[in-house]
Structure formats: C-alpha cells, structure tokens
C-alpha cells in the first residue's frame, strides 16, 4: 500500500519545490540587483567623475582667488590711510565677488533659489539685521546665493560665524573683511558677547557696514533640537520641531549698540514703503527662513561636489521696521520667541504643500526666482585665474631680485 500524506503535509515533491523557492528568489532577487548596479554603474562613475572634476576647480579657485584678494587688499593699504571708506568700498566689491564664485558652485551643479515674502531689495541701502534659521552648512551658501542680485549689500555685510570658521580656508578674508567668530557654549557667553559689542564699535561704522547676518538658534538644528525642547517642556514654551528656541544675547547686543535714537529716546525706523527715509542706524530687521525640500537641507560638501540632484531651496523673508522691535531684554526674548515659533509653522505649512503660505495682502502665493548671471560668473572667475597669473610672476619676479 502508498502511504497517503496527511492534510497540510507537502507532497516530498512540492516539498523540495518549496525548499528550493527561497534560495531561487534569492539567486533573482541578486541578480536584478546585479542588474541594476550594472546599469546605474555609468551614471554614478559619471557623478563621481564630476565631483572630483568640481573639487579641483574649486581647489584651483581657493588657490587663485583668496591669495589674490589678500594681495590686493595688502597693496592698497595706502588708500586705506588716504580715503578709508573708498579703500573698504574696494575690499567689499572683492568680497563679493568671492562669495559669488562660491555661489557660482551651487549654481552649476543646479542648486537654485526661489525666494517668497517680501522683497528685500527695496531696503538693501538702509542697514538690517538678518535673523536666520540654522540646519546646516549650506545655509551660509544658500544665502551668498540669493543675496547676490541685492546691490552692494553683500559688499557691506558682517556675518556672525560658529569660530570654526575661523581656520577653514576662507577664514582669513572673513578676518580681512571684519566679521565676527563666535565662539559657543555657556562657559564662553559672556566674554564672547564683550568681545562682539568691542567689534561693533571698531568695525561696523568705520568699515561702512549695512547689513549683520545672524544665526540666533546658535547651531545647526539635529545638534541643538533636543535640548531647545527640553528647554521648551520647563518653561512652558511652545514645543518646537523645524527650529529651535532662539539665543537673544547677540541680537540684544547688535540692537543695542546700532539703532540711532531720535531726540524723544524712541528708536529711528519706518515703514518698508518709505525709502527715502534719512534715519540713520539700524532700521530693519529681516525675518529669514531657509526651507529645503523633504527637510533635507545641503551642506558645504554637496555644494562643492555637486553628487546631489538639482534641488530648489526656498527663503522666505519678512520685513519688521526696528520702531516696532521692543529693545527690552524680557520684551525682546518674548519677541524673538514669537518670530521662531512663526518660524515654526511656516515650515510646517512648507513641508505639508511645497510652499510658503499666502502674505498679507496676496491671494496666491507669490515667489520669485533668484538667478545669477552666467556672463558675471565668468568675468569675476576670469579675473580671479588671471590675478592669480599676474600676482604669481610679480612675487616670482621680486623673489629672483632678492635671492
């Protein structure tokens, strides 16, 4: 007699069948990955390829153009003694033409800009102060980009910087230029804060400076979400998720030390539409938020090897004239808390639709595309390689007169 299998026994058969399925899954599962590797292998010696064609021009760039701005900046130092304000009217003209070879690099590889809010050109020759959203290093080149088309503003700008800055290879034309190293941590705070009012008074004025760029969240926002929550939950603050409570020591130093008083102690402003406005010190304060698709946001090491797809940052910029900012240290904390907390759902609106919500006054949302011009990237790339040229066989000249 054949033995009959039991119900829900496989046949020996189809047990073998069934035994052997997984390791055949397997065997295509590996090669359709095979299949695939094989056939994105071009694309990505291609991207590779390109990286590493991008980190040499941007090697050769830093070689050309930083000692090249240090040279020039050393050969008019007798213009500096003759007409101070035409000698750093020239330095900044050449710092802004660095910082647009570093935007040039976000440029190419397709890292664009869309900007919403309101437009900041109309008060780019008043003097400002920017406060900026911080989740990475590609923050402070996003903003060399869509500050680019804004005038001479880049020309007459501070930025306040993490002091790590400080021994990167831009670091010695920041401190050519005047901006400020900030050096984190509560043992610090204080002495930094004395040493950034002593800044302001050495250099803001008499460098003719317009604008301050100002990170007051105080790190990026993965290093400083944890503890600004923690913050939030004893205190009773609102609990927030995009962006951080901000740090108020360094705005209340800046406000402090450049708005003008008028005769009656309140402080000198307007309103955005009056840019005729003959006051003088500070009178804007420009509310910033950098938003990046998917909260995915670009650091410095995808600007320069450009391994990223093309991808569109947005801004968003609201204008709050200086008359309306209360000056008050508690008045000005509970300010600046309401700005990041508006900062908050900003954000999350972005995130949810893929743009900003409407502004006052508007029916749809209105945003503008932030270009650069290629003709311009050209001519100050140019003129970097070719200062370069010319700097290396003068100091090769004089070397040969002397030795």
């Given amino acids: 007699m054949t033995a009959t299998p039991r119900r829900g026994t496989p046949a020996p058969a189809l047990r073998r ?21 094989l056939e994105e292998a071009p694309w990505l010696g291609w991207i590779l390829l390109r990286a590493l064609m991008r980190f040499a021009f941007m090697v050769a760039n830093n070689l050309v153009a930083i000692p090249s701005y240090i040279c020039y900046v050393i050969i008019l130092q007798p213009l500096r003694v003759l007409d101070s304000k035409r000698f750093w009217y020239i330095e900044g003209i050449m ?8 935007a040039s690099w976000g440029w190419y590889a397709g890292y664009t800009v869309m900007e919403w809010g309101e437009d900041i050109k109309a008060i780019s020759k008043d003097e400002a102060v920017m406060l900026v959203n911080h989740q990475a290093t590609g923050d402070v080149c996003t903003l060399m980009m869509c500050l680019q088309d804004k005038g001479l503003v880049v020309a007459q700008m501070m930025w306040l910087m993490d002091h790590i800055f400080k021994y990167t290879n831009f670091g010695i034309v920041s401190l050519l230029h005047g901006d400020f190293f900030i050096r984190q941590g509560r043992a610090y705070r204080d002495q930094q804060l004395l040493l950034l009012k002593r800044h302001l008074e050495n250099y803001y004025r008499s460098r003719d400076r317009k604008w301050i760029v100002l990170f007051p969240e105080g790190g990026f926002l993965r290093k400083r979400r944890e503890t600004s929550q923690a ?10 998720t995009h962006v951080t409570l901000p740090r108020c020591g360094a705005t209340k130093i800046i ?12 402080p000198a402003g307007g309103d955005a539409k009056e840019l005729g406005s003959k006051s003088k010190g500070l009178q804007w304060i420009i509310d910033t938020t950098i938003a990046y698709p998917k909260a995915e946001p670009i650091d410095i090491q995808t600007w320069i090897l450009g ?15 200086i008359k309306d900012v209360p ?14 907390i508006e900062k908050e759902d900003l954000l999350s609106h972005f995130y949810e639709t893929g743009a900003f919500p409407l502004s006052k006054g508007h029916k749809e949302a209105v945003s503008r595309e932030m270009t650069l011009s290629n003709m311009w990237i050209f001519l100050i790339q140019s003129f970097a390689f070719l200062s370069g040229y010319m700097w290396y066989n003068i100091i090769q000249y004089f070397y040969h007169c002397l030795f």
Wanted: glycine share 4%; net charge positive; proline share 5%.
């Fill in 95 to 102: 710092y802004k033409w660095l910082l647009g070879m570093v």
């Fill in 231 to 240: 913050f939030a939950k004893k205190n009773n603050l609102p609990f927030l």
């Fill in 327 to 340: 000056l008050e240290t508690d008045d000005l904390t509970n300010w600046l808390y309401q700005r990041f």
């Fill in 255 to 266: 406000l402090s030390e450049l708005v003008a008083r008028q005769e009656n102690g309140s």
């Fill in 17 to 37: 069948r069934l035994q052997s399925a997984p390791a055949e899954k397997g065997r295509t599962d590996s090669k359709v990955r095979m299949a695939v590797t």
């Fill in 307 to 321: 391994y990223r797809k093309p991808t569109v940052t947005h801004v968003h910029y609201r204008i709050f004239p």
